[in-house]
């Protein structure tokens, strides 16, 4: 019999420290607040508390989307977390929310594939769940803790990034949830954005650390400004090709949560009603990874997500640079 993985619940979590574009300006000691608004879209994001780490972030997020799926962490199998600021090198962050949620008997890993990974992720939860008939529900998750490793006087990157977690159970039903996926990736940009010491190639030594500073999120050399508009129309025509689908099919996309700006000129390009997307960026920042699923739950928390029968379609990028769409009908299983 074939097993059909559902998307059966979501849900989100946001810091409760609210940082306004001008308090920014005020730590960089520049003005960079109309330049976010009229170019990217961004008003204000949400920073960690001192004591806060980026589990704690995917719990809160992770119990949220249990309570809406009528679940308990117990019930778990798996756990999947994506996140490029992990509580540790090593060992993983979802062995931390692993032992904070109490899913004793959920196995679990670690998903790095920047901002593009929690839809690898969900990818990766699909197939488990098609091909082993022990998993019932896997937990995929999203933390981003990025405010840690902002430079504050560097105005590329301080004003963009920001703290979330995202969280979708998934499990197994009657409908088709699961329709189809594409993965790209141009590695020749490795070198471009990322943060570069704490790793091997830089480790965090006395030396490295006088030389370099802390660990620190930075653009070493600039992306084609074209990138996403010229890769995204590609990604998701390779996902929509396997499911046997066309844009005109899909009723929301969920786009990386960068710029509002492309994500309005990509709708347009596409020839799709700006109605059929969602953005948080302006409220909650750039939150990477977990940005699409916070897209998706917030549409939902607002009445505006998807309704049983309709097409849904992830489209994420990040550096390196790596990129995944992933496209799903939303089913009656499903839960607001």
């Not at 849900?11 to 730590?27: F, H, M, Q, T």
């Not at 109309?34 to 001192?50: C, F």
Request: hydrophobic share 45%.
């Amino acid at each position: 019999m074939s097993r059909h993985p559902q998307i059966l619940a979501t849900g989100s979590y946001v810091p409760e420290r609210i940082v306004a574009n001008a308090e920014v300006d005020a730590l960089l000691g520049a003005s960079t607040d109309q330049w976010l608004r009229d170019n990217v879209g961004i008003q204000e994001r949400r920073w960690m508390a001192p004591e806060q780490v980026t589990s704690d972030l995917i719990v809160a997020a992770a119990e949220r989307a249990l309570e809406k799926a009528g679940l308990t962490a117990a019930d778990l199998d798996l756990i999947i977390v994506s996140t490029d600021t992990p509580d540790y090198l090593s060992p993983s962050t979802s062995v931390v929310v692993q032992a904070k949620l109490g899913a004793a008997k959920a196995g679990c890993y670690d998903v790095n594939s920047a901002c593009a990974g929690w839809v690898t992720a969900v990818d990766q939860a699909a197939r488990y769940l098609m091909t082993d008939a022990t998993l019932q529900y896997v937990l995929v998750a999203g933390g981003y803790g990025m405010s840690r490793y902002l430079d504050l006087q560097d105005k590329k990157t301080a004003n963009l990034f920001a703290d979330g977690a995202g969280a979708a159970v998934l499990g197994v039903g009657s409908e088709a949830g699961f329709l189809a996926s594409n993965l790209l990736a141009v590695g020749s940009f490795h070198d471009a954005l990322g943060i570069y010491s704490g790793g091997t190639h830089r480790p965090a030594t006395a030396d490295n650390l006088a030389l370099y500073g802390p660990p620190k999120v930075e653009f070493v050399k600039k992306f084609p400004k074209t990138f996403n508009t010229e890769y995204w129309p590609k990604l998701m025509q390779g996902a929509l090709d396997k499911a046997g689908l066309t844009f005109n099919d899909v009723d929301h996309f969920y786009f990386t949560q960068l710029n509002l700006r492309t994500i309005e000129f990509m709708m347009e390009l596409l020839q799709q009603p700006i109605a059929k997307t969602h953005w948080v960026m302006d409220k909650w920042g750039y939150t990477g990874s977990p940005c699409v699923i916070m897209a998706l739950d917030d549409a939902i928390d607002q009445g505006k997500g998807p309704r049983p029968g309709e097409t849904i379609l992830f489209c994420a990028s990040g550096g390196g640079i790596t990129m995944a769409a992933s496209v799903w009908r939303w089913t009656a299983e499903a839960q607001p």
